[in-house]
């Protein structure tokens, strides 16, 4: 279930939070009375930045999924997500359109590979059928004495 996460401090009951990344943590200030909330949030492949990836506006509504790992921010302005940097697989900071391009090479890599084991499978399987004709055309031969 996705919750929307409000600032749990009594009497407030903010839901407007400004965000940044510490570490591997996620942390959100309440806009209202600045209460800090940490979340971990290792397992993303991305930092979120602190502002809107299309209006640069730096309040977010926050979104938690209560059921498997997942936290998310909405613009309060315009909806969009954070600005976000993508980690590539050498620990490099990198932008979203790296992080496709090299998703994509990964991609054609794995494809290729694919294709080349189909060849050997293809070609044993070849390699089958023509041990196949040889028996055949050697039974025939030992019939027809
Ligand atoms: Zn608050
Ligand atoms: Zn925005």
């Given amino acids: 279930m996705i919750r929307t996460v409000v600032c749990e401090k009594e009497g407030c009951d903010g839901n407007g939070f400004h965000i940044c990344t510490e570490d ?3 942390i959100l200030i309440c ?3 600045e209460t800090r909330y940490s979340f971990d949030v290792s397992y993303y492949d991305f930092i979120m930045l602190s502002s809107c990836s299309y ?3 730096d ?3 926050v979104f938690k999924d209560t059921e498997k790992e997942g936290i998310y921010a909405k613009c309060m302005k315009c909806g969009n997500p954070p600005e976000k940097i993508y980690i590539d697989s ?3 900071q990198v932008s979203y359109e790296n992080k496709r391009l090299n998703d994509i090479r990964e991609m054609i890599y794995r494809l290729d590979q694919r294709i080349c084991n189909m060849e050997t499978r ?3 399987l070849q390699n089958g059928q023509e041990l196949l004709e040889e028996s055949l ?3 025939n031969k030992f019939m027809s004495k």
Wanted: glycine letters at 4%; charged letters at 25%; proline letters at 0%.
């Fill in 24 to 26: 591997n943590n996620l």
């Fill in 31 to 33: 806009k209202e009375c």
């Fill in 55 to 57: 209006c640069s506006n």
């Fill in 59 to 61: 309040t977010f509504k």
């Fill in 90 to 92: 050498d620990g490099n």
């Fill in 122 to 124: 293809l070609e044993s």
């Fill in 137 to 139: 055309a050697y039974i």
